[in-house]
Structure formats: C-alpha cells, structure tokens
Nanobody, 113 residues
Framework: VQLVESGGGLVQPGGSLRLSCAASGFTFSRYLMSWYRQAPGKEREFLAQITSAGGNTNYADSVKGRFTIARDNAKNTVWLQMDSLKPDDTAVYYC???????WGQGTQVTVSS
C-alpha cells in the first residue's frame, strides 16, 4: 500500500499550488480520502475530505473557500488545489485514507515572500 504526495514547494503569499496523492495497493475507489497538514510545533490538522465517489466534500474552516479537494478514481489520485495561500499555510501536507489508516510521507509547502 502506498500513498505518495507530490506538488509541494515554495510559493509566494497569494499564490497557488496543486498537491497530488497517488494511491496504490488498495481499492482506492471504495474509500473516503482526506488531506491533513502539520506545521512545526503544532498538531496535525484536518483540511478536507472527499467521499469515495467524489460526490461530497467537507473542509476545515481555515481553508474553506481557498482549498478544493478532488479525485479521479480511474487514476487512483486525489488532489488538493490550494489558492490564496498564506504564510500560515506553511506545513507538511499529508493525504490519508481514514478507514484503512494509511498515510503518505508528506510534501512540504512553504508560503513565503
């Protein structure tokens, strides 16, 4: 089983990034998927989730209206589109399959001028 995040990097405030999470080794299309982040010295924070067929999404208040979660079950991939990024968004971002307890290795996002 693997969840592999990519797409992180350094971006200026107000910029955008699109994170990807490629899943393998399990039946991706059966499961709700989530994104989390963890900033230095802080607890891991829930950001967004999407149901197995992609019909329903849910967001943390801190990212609602700025981040969008999406998935393509044919590609075994879940994305997190992040717009209007702020320095407070700096963190390691993780994708997660809650029902199976799977986590990716994380991808670093740094928002700085």
């Amino acid at each position: 089983v693997q969840l592999v995040e990519s797409g992180g990097g350094l971006v200026q405030p107000g910029g955008s990034l699109r994170l990807s999470c490629a899943a393998s080794g399990f039946t991706f299309s059966r499961y709700l998927m989530s994104w989390y982040r963890q900033a230095p010295g802080k607890e891991r924070e829930f950001l967004a989730q999407i149901t197995s067929a992609g019909g329903n999404t849910n967001y943390a208040d801190s990212v609602k209206g700025r981040f969008t979660i999406a998935r393509d079950n044919a590609k075994n991939t879940v994305w997190l589109q992040m717009d209007s990024l702020k320095p407070d968004d700096t963190a390691v971002y993780y994708c997660n399959c809650p029902a199976r307890g799977y986590w990716g290795q994380g991808t670093q996002v740094t928002v700085s001028s």
